[in-house]
């Protein structure tokens, strides 16, 4: 194979056979389309949605721009993933989506603007976010587009567009370098499940090789508002009861809570640091909690495009604590305010670590891993 092969088959549609209508768990699904390729360009994939259903979101999805042969399955594991954050967001939202995780997101703070909302979640890992997935929760305006346009995009998926923002993202001429951007329009996610009483739509399939699966039910939250954090507290069988001394402030909570939701769609073991409605590192994939924390630390000193200092940012972890290592590294770094489930044997360790630090503890009292 040469050279201009292996750039062709990343442009390439890997056609395969896949039949126009499939049956599964008493549903009939109708084929949407052959996609590019699979996870691989070796890999055909076609995309199916429920027949005969209005409720959709990513399976309502509308092409208005077309590049690169269409979209990947990874292009729209990525949607799916930004919507599952983006469906809990009550302002203003951008997730930029890099295989599967986010690499930033941002949300509306002291009323900016939308491309300043983008720019802060492109610019919280700006070297991951070259050849991401963007995602919005709202119209996305020229403004954005232009901003958008101005580095390499593989696509973007918003429930509309303003003609202007179509415009730019069709200005060949003005924006070269991003010719072969996909531009996707969904329905706003916030009409997708999102919490426990919330009636489901859908099943969570996990297929293996051979053939046989794990059907669950998809992710839903307890957490629907700040009030819903519970203060930090152990009941040591030894030692009695300890409480987190210092109370998180309101801006502390709205940002746990904003982290939390981000950390919803970060493969496990996950950690989210945020500071004013802006991740500033998501620490992903580590077999251990404390490499998580670790990993974010490293990323928010290294690749953030503001100020590398982490004082005054609050973080979330999708598990507990199992020791307090995890917990002193992210005070250590200025980390002022914590979430996590709560429910590790060492909680007690845990709050200590806080209180000797004069941070802020909440529990979530539900764990978010996801081994997507």
Request: include cysteine; proline fraction near 4%; charged fraction near 25%.
């Amino acid at each position: 194979m040469s050279a201009k092969d292996l750039k062709a088959m990343y442009r390439t549609r890997t056609e395969g056979s896949f039949p126009d209508a499939l049956e599964l768990l008493g549903r009939h699904y109708e084929k949407v389309e052959d996609l590019r390729y699979g996870t691989n360009p070796h890999q055909p994939a076609a995309f199916y949605r429920p027949a005969g259903e209005n409720n959709l979101v990513l399976g309502a999805y509308k092409m208005l721009k077309t590049g690169k042969s269409g979209l990947s399955q990874t292009n729209l594991e990525d949607m799916h993933h930004a919507l599952g954050m983006l469906k809990y967001m009550d302002r203003p939202a951008c997730a930029v989506m890099k295989h599967c995780n986010p690499s930033g997101v941002a949300i509306e703070w002291d009323g900016i603007r939308l491309a300043e909302i983008y720019e802060r979640a492109r610019d919280a890992d700006a070297q991951a976010a070259f050849g991401s997935v963007v995602a919005f929760n709202v119209e996305v305006d020229e403004d954005t587009a232009a901003e958008i346009m101005g580095t390499i995009v593989e696509g973007v998926v918003a429930p509309s567009f303003s003609e202007g923002a179509l415009s730019c993202f069709h200005d060949h001429a003005r924006f070269k370098r991003n010719r072969d951007i996909r531009i996707v329009q969904t329905p706003a996610p916030d009409q997708l499940p999102r919490y426990l009483d919330d009636a489901i739509n859908s099943w969570e399939v996990k297929i293996f090789d051979d053939g046989s699966l794990v059907v669950a039910q998809p992710y839903l939250s307890r957490m629907k508002t700040v009030a819903d954090f519970v203060a930090a507290y152990n009941e040591h069988p030894k030692k009695g009861r300890i409480d987190i001394a210092r109370a998180a402030t309101d801006r502390e909570l709205n940002d746990l809570l904003f982290a939390w939701y981000v950390n919803l769609h970060v493969r496990s073991n996950g950690v989210v640091i945020v500071r004013n409605g802006q991740t500033l590192a998501v620490g992903t994939g580590e077999q251990d909690r404390v490499g998580a924390v670790q990993q974010a630390i490293f990323k928010a000193q290294s690749k953030y495009k503001g100020d590398n200092t982490l004082e005054g940012a609050v973080m979330a972890s999708d598990g507990f604590f199992p020791f307090r290592d995890a917990v002193d590294a992210a005070t250590s770094a200025g980390v002022s305010a914590l979430a996590q489930p709560g429910g590790s044997v060492n909680d007690y360790d845990a709050i200590v670590a806080c209180n000797e630090s004069n941070t802020a503890m909440v529990f979530t009292l539900e764990r978010c891993f996801s081994h997507h």
